[in-house]
């Protein structure tokens, strides 16, 4: 009679309780801070491009494969907005095959890409789980919004402080030789 009663009074109280379960996929549950979901790339704001200047490094140590990449001249560098003379113009990760491993990240010496909290891959086409550059870049944009992600090495990577940096730079070396030409003998004389 006393355990019925327990189990009764237990029932009652867990129906007044909040789930803990979301009706997916209308709803989702927030994951944790640290989980590691797929890599996406990142957005300098500061030159309105991506960081990635499509050196190839993260596609050639990735165990699986999955990435391949291109780059270009960057139009940004010859306007004087940007300090990365090449720049991304294709991109691909073939999420299937991505094991979440982070190497790609650990290696990127540009800040450029990072893992997400990006993981759902559900899809009706065979090869839906291919993500390409737009796709990366809007998951690294949100990733950057959600995260208040910063970068680890900005006087490098970011456009805004390494051109800032840079001016005072070229403005010394310009008064130093004259004109900007290499100084002479006779002018050491
Ligand atoms: S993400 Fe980093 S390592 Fe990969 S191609 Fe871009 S700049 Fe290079
Ligand atoms: S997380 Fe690992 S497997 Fe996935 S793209 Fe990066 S290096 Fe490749």
């Known amino acids: 009679m006393i355990a019925g009663l327990k189990g009764f009074l237990t029932t009652i109280r867990w129906v007044f309780k909040r ?24 957005w300098d704001t500061t030159a309105d491009e991506p960081f990635c200047t499509g050196c190839m490094v993260c596609v050639r140590e990735c165990p699986t494969q ?10 940004n ?19 299937n095959r991505c094991i979440l491993c982070g190497i790609c990240v650990d290696v990127c010496a540009f800040d ?15 090869n839906g789980a291919r993500a390409d550059l737009p796709i990366l870049l809007s998951q690294g944009r949100r990733w950057m919004e959600r995260s208040g992600w ?9 456009a805004g402080v390494a051109l800032a940096k840079r001016a005072p730079a070229t403005a010394a070396t310009k008064l130093d030789t004259g004109s900007g030409k ?8």
Not at 19 to 42: I, K, S, W
Not at 77 to 95: D, L, P, V, W
Not at 112 to 126: D, G, N, V
């Open 19 to 42: 789930p803990v379960t979301a009706n997916y996929p209308e709803e989702h549950l927030p994951v944790q801070p640290r989980y590691m979901g797929f890599p996406a790339l990142l």
């Open 66 to 75: 999955c990435m391949s990449a291109r780059m270009h001249d960057n139009p």
């Open 77 to 95: 560098f010859a306007a004087g907005t940007s300090h990365r003379r090449k720049i991304i113009e294709h991109f691909e990760i073939n999420y």
């Open 112 to 126: 450029a890409i990072e893992m997400t909290h990006e993981h759902e891959l559900a899809s009706y086409a065979r």
């Open 150 to 158: 910063r970068p680890r090495n900005p006087e490098k990577n970011v």
């Open 182 to 189: 290499a100084p002479s003998r006779e002018d050491d004389a």
